[in-house]
């Protein structure tokens, strides 16, 4: 009786064993791939539309990296109600992530080319006084925000007269005597 008993309780700590192995399991290429064309549909966001493709393609197994690992069986990411949303938390947890590991990433926010479109840095930087402006940048971003979610906020609701116009102001002109003159049209009434 005791050599049953003790047979069933290994069978069944087997069985307990083999349902999680199956339950951890990785996804297959095919699955990856899906997640990867969802996260595509975010290639305009404002970090992202500045990448190289190469360098989305990295961002993206990133993110499915991420989601993999939080939800090991497929099946169960495929059929949660808010799919949709849930790639969208992971693409912008991800952005930030990113930006938390380096702060020069702003240059895909605020690409250089965009920054001499709008005015605020002068056209033909090197690439060393681009890194300059960047790294100023990062550090009053850093000094004015207290936390990389709070920067994100900024970025989200950012407008034409905000503060992070400001900063970048301030390091255009602390590194390339650039200054920002805005003539104002008088306007007249008849």
């Not at 990867?36 to 970090?47: F, I, K, L, P, T």
């Not at 950012?158 to 301030?170: K, M, P, R, W, Y």
């Amino acid at each position: 009786m005791k050599r049953f008993l003790l047979s069933l309780v290994l069978v069944a700590v087997m069985v307990t064993v083999t349902g999680c192995k199956t339950k951890t399991r990785e996804w297959n290429d095919r699955e990856r791939r899906a997640v990867r064309e969802e996260v595509r549909a975010y290639r305009d966001m404002a970090y992202l539309d500045n990448l190289a493709e190469l360098e989305f393609e990295e961002f993206a197994d990133d993110v499915v990296g991420y989601i993999e690992v939080d939800y090991p069986v497929y099946t169960t990411f495929v059929e949660l109600p808010s799919k949709g949303d849930t790639v969208e938390v992971y693409v912008v947890s991800t952005i930030v992530k990113r930006l938390n590991a380096d702060a020069h990433n702003m240059r895909n926010i605020y690409p250089y080319p965009w920054l001499v479109s709008e005015g605020i840095l002068p056209a033909n930087l090197d690439h060393q006084a681009q890194r300059a402006f960047y790294e100023c940048f990062a550090r009053k971003v850093r000094n004015n925000y207290p936390s990389t979610t709070a920067f994100f906020n900024a970025v989200v609701n950012d407008n034409a007269n905000s503060q992070l116009t400001a900063l970048q102001e301030q390091c255009a002109a602390d590194l390339f005597d650039w200054n920002i003159v805005i003539e104002e049209e008088a306007v007249t009434t008849n």
